[in-house]
């Protein structure tokens, strides 16, 4: 009897649930549930921690940009101040996404403490 029922609601309902189906699979297809920025996590992920010393504001295929926190810091023999913004070269070329790690000093009350930042990057 269970089956007769099953084998009766498919008959009568088939057509119907084959073309909410094909509906689903048209608008997948058409990329209505991708996430925006084509379903990436972001720029990078994770990007440097919320209130480190430097902050991510944007990259390329050869360089990201990095805006300094509220204390100076020293890269490459250069000190940049609260909100300059430097280069640094990450070197990823064509391998995405991309681990960083940014290699920098802090300098606070004219002490200089090296410090370490890292990223993933995605691609540009």
Same mark, same amino acid.
């Given at each position: 009897? $269970?089956?007769?029922?099953?084998? /009766? !609601? &498919?008959?009568?309902?088939?057509?119907?649930? &084959?073309?909410?189906?094909?509906?689903?699979?048209?608008?997948?297809?058409?990329?209505? !549930?991708?996430?925006?920025?084509?379903?990436?996590?972001?720029?990078?992920?994770?990007?440097?921690?919320?209130? *480190? %010393?430097?902050?991510?504001?944007?990259?390329? *295929?050869?360089?990201? =940009? =990095?805006?300094?926190?509220?204390?100076?810091?020293?890269?490459?023999?250069? %000190?940049?101040?609260?909100?300059?913004? !430097?280069?640094?070269?990450?070197?990823?070329?064509?391998?995405? #996404?991309? *681990?960083?790690?940014?290699?920098?000093? =802090?300098?606070? %009350? %004219?002490? /200089?403490? #090296? $410090?370490?930042? *890292?990223?993933? =990057?995605?691609?540009?």
């Amino acid at each position: 009897m $269970k089956a007769q029922a099953a084998l /009766e !609601f &498919l008959m009568t309902y088939g057509w119907a649930i &084959l073309i909410v189906i094909a509906v689903v699979a048209a608008l997948y297809a058409m990329g209505i !549930f991708r996430l925006p920025g084509g379903g990436v996590a972001g720029p990078c992920s994770p990007c440097f921690p919320p209130g *480190s %010393d430097i902050a991510y504001v944007a990259h390329n *295929s050869t360089h990201v =940009l =990095l805006r300094v926190g509220p204390n100076t810091v020293r890269y490459a023999g250069t %000190d940049y101040t609260t909100g300059q913004i !430097f280069a640094y070269a990450h070197g990823c070329g064509d391998t995405w #996404p991309c *681990s960083l790690t940014v290699n920098y000093s =802090l300098i606070v %009350d %004219d002490t /200089e403490m #090296p $410090k370490t930042a *890292s990223a993933t =990057l995605n691609r540009p």
